[in-house]
């Protein structure tokens, strides 16, 4: 993600995706993305026509849990009929 970021232009878009559930590897990814790269906005995922999963709390930034809850999108295997993945959306200001 660092790498990546650090190559995207002012105003570029980054999507982090992963097909993993761990909270570890999304939710805390991001609050961590979050707090280390202040240049980083979350932005609004468009809408699927698959109803996405709760959103778990995670325990690095509990300041950032709201922000991660309203734009990054859970998707679990029962729910989605899929194998199950995350999605975060940032943009660089």
């Given at each position: 993600?660092?790498?990546?970021?650090?190559?995207?232009?002012?105003?570029?878009?980054?999507?982090?995706?992963?097909c993993s559930?761990?909270?570890?590897?999304?939710?805390?990814?991001?609050?961590?993305?979050?707090?280390?790269?202040?240049?980083?906005?979350?932005?609004?995922?468009?809408?699927?026509?698959?109803?996405p999963a709760?959103?778990?709390?995670?325990?690095?930034?509990?300041?950032?849990?709201?922000?991660?809850?309203t734009y990054?999108?859970?998707?679990?295997?029962?729910?989605?009929?899929?194998?199950?993945?995350?999605?975060?959306?940032?943009?660089?200001?």
């Open positions: 993600m660092k790498q990546g970021w650090r190559m995207l232009k002012k105003g570029g878009v980054m999507v982090y995706s992963t559930l761990s909270i570890q590897q999304n939710e805390e990814n991001v609050a961590w993305f979050l707090n280390e790269f202040k240049a980083a906005k979350l932005e609004k995922i468009p809408k699927f026509n698959i109803n709760k959103i778990k709390q995670q325990a690095m930034h509990h300041e950032l849990q709201k922000e991660i809850e990054c999108v859970r998707f679990d295997p029962i729910q989605s009929n899929t194998s199950g993945f995350f999605v975060a959306r940032f943009k660089k200001e």
